[in-house]
T-cell receptor, first 114, second 114 residues
């Protein structure tokens, strides 16, 4: 069984400030973790993913996430927020059950204040 | 490449009416998925397909049917729409069942059932 919890359905940051979006997971097997981003009126697109190896993963648009097994966390960060980062972000964990079973979190909407 | 496309983009139905949502992908992906997205609930899997001619139930299949007659197309049908099916529907596809694969999403169909 697997699950994802995203703390905070809405997060507001000022332009130029640090972005921190929290994600905790539960998985019965070593987790494969993803962050997807959804811009208004668009589908989801992959931001970054962790499978094995280096625990600090870099993604597109300056985002990165760190896998911490001891904390069962996979928080997403960006040093300096841009207005274009305003979107909804989904953390997800995947499993193989004859298909790629992806369990999504409930999402965090990021607002960037000028 | 157009990626994953969905038609229509918007639709309003009356209770009891039927409709079909079309998903098409030009990436030669084997696996295709239909999700629904509701506020505060993330994405939930309705049905999926592991190849042409195959379909299977996901997490929330009741009230929906699907068909995959051609590898590039995955159709989602509502035989008798209900207000509880008001949602945004996303189609996704990927190469295989491997856990680290990336799913590619369409832009979504916003459905309102009155």
């Amino acid at each position: 069984a697997q699950s994802v919890t995203q703390l905070g359905s809405h997060v507001s940051v000022s332009e130029g400030a640090l972005v921190l979006l929290r994600c905790n997971y539960s998985s019965s097997v070593p987790p494969y973790l993803f962050w997807y981003v959804q811009y208004p009126n668009q589908g989801l697109q992959l931001l970054l993913k962790y499978t094995t190896g280096a625990t600090l993963v870099k993604g597109i648009n300056g985002f990165e996430a760190e896998f911490k097994k001891s904390e069962t966390s996979f928080h997403l960060t960006k040093p300096s927020a841009h207005m274009s980062d305003a979107a909804e972000y989904f953390c997800a964990v995947s499993d193989n059950q004859g298909y790629q079973k992806v369990t999504f979190g409930t999402g965090t909407k990021l607002q960037v204040i000028p | 490449n157009a990626g994953v496309t969905q038609t229509p983009k918007f639709r309003v139905l009356k209770t009891g009416q039927s409709m079909t949502l079309l998903c098409a992908q030009d990436m030669n992906h084997e696996y295709m998925y239909w999700y629904r997205q509701d506020p505060g609930m993330g994405l939930r899997l309705i049905h999926y397909s592991v190849g042409e001619g195959t379909t299977a139930k996901g997490e929330v299949p009741d009230g929906y049917n699907v068909s995959r007659l051609k590898k590039q197309n995955f159709l989602l049908g509502l035989e008798s729409a209900a207000p509880s099916q008001t949602s945004v529907y996303f189609c996704a596809s990927n190469l295989g069942a491997v856990r680290d694969d990336t799913q590619y999403f369409g832009p979504g169909t916003r459905l309102t059932v009155l």
